[in-house]
C-alpha cells in the first residue's frame, strides 16, 4: 500500500545532542511537510518542500533544519535539542492540484523525547 | 492570521448517541476545510474534506457542514460506537498567508463508553 513512513516511531535523545527523523513515502507526492505537535496542542507547520524548493514558516526556530535529497525522504534535523523540543513529529505529503481539492496524507509521527 | 478554535476540548458520552463536534475559523478566506481523526500517540487520517464552495460532506456515519460566512463548521457523528474514541482535528487550508498550510484546531477529544 502507498503511504507514508516515518522511522523511528519514537527517539530520545540528550539535552544539545543532534538528532535526525526520517520520513519516506511512496505516494510519489511532489510536497512533503514536517509539523510539531505537542501534547494536546495543535499540530504546527514547521516547513514544507515543494519538490526541492524549501519553504520555511516564518517562526521555526533556526535549531531546525531539513533536507529532501529525492522525492521519496525528508529529514528533520534538530541541531541542539533543548526540554521544549520534546513532541510528536509528524510528516505528511501532498499532491499539487486544484487547491480546494487538496489534502495532506500523514505519517504516524516521531515521539521524541529529550533528557 | 487565521485562528482555529474547537469547542469542547473533550467530550464523553455513552454508546450510540448522535453528537455534534465544533469547530470556529477567524478567517473565511479558506480553499477548503478537513475534518481529521487522531488515535493516541498516532499521526492524521483524513475524513472529510469540505471544499468553500460546498455546504456539507458525507462518509458513512459522519456528516460535515460548512458555513464559510459565519466561520464554521460542524462535524456530526451518528450512532457512535466505542471505536469512534479519538482526537478529532479540524483544519483549514487559507488562501492568505503561508501557502499551502494547514491551521489546526486543537482538537476535541472523544471517548465513546460502551
Known amino acids: 500500500d502507498a503511504m507514508v513512513i516515518q522511522n523511528p516511531r519514537y527517539q530520545v535523545t540528550q539535552f544539545g545532542k543532534p538528532v535526525t527523523l526520517s520520513c519516506s513515502q511512496t505516494l510519489n507526492h511532489n510536497v512533503m511537510y514536517w509539523y510539531q505537535q505537542k501534547s494536546s496542542q495543535a499540530p504546527k507547520l514547521l516547513f514544507h518542500?515543494?519538490?526541492?524548493?524549501?519553504?520555511n514558516e516564518a517562526d521555526t526556530p533556526d535549531n531546525f533544519q531539513s533536507r529532501r535529497p529525492n522525492t521519496s525522504f525528508c529529514f528533520l534535523d534538530i541541531r541542539s535539542p533543548g526540554l521544549g523540543d520534546a513532541a510528536m513529529y509528524l510528516c505528511a505529503t501532498s499532491r499539487p492540484g486544484p487547491r480546494s481539492q487538496e489534502t495532506q496524507y500523514f505519517g504516524p509521527g516521531t515521539r521524541l523525547l529529550v533528557l | 492570521k487565521q485562528e482555529v478554535t474547537q469547542i469542547p476540548a473533550a467530550l464523553s458520552v455513552p454508546e450510540g448517541e448522535n453528537l455534534v463536534l465544533n469547530c470556529s475559523f477567524t478567517?473565511?478566506?479558506?480553499?477548503?476545510l478537513q475534518w481529521f481523526r487522531q488515535d493516541p500517540g498516532k499521526g492524521l487520517t483524513s475524513l472529510l474534506l469540505i471544499q468553500s464552495s460546498q455546504r456539507e460532506q458525507t462518509s458513512g456515519r459522519l456528516n460535515a457542514s460548512l458555513d464559510k460566512s459565519s466561520g464554521r463548521s460542524t462535524l456530526y457523528i451518528a450512532a457512535s460506537q466505542p471505536g469512534d474514541s479519538a482526537t478529532y482535528l479540524c483544519?483549514?487550508?487559507?488562501?492568505?498567508?503561508?501557502?499551502?498550510?494547514?491551521?489546526f484546531g486543537s482538537g476535541t477529544q472523544l471517548t465513546v463508553l460502551p
Open positions: 483544519a483549514v487550508s487559507g488562501i492568505g498567508g503561508s501557502a499551502r498550510q494547514l491551521t
Open positions: 518542500y515543494y519538490d526541492k524548493d524549501f519553504n
Open positions: 478567517d473565511s478566506a479558506i480553499y477548503n
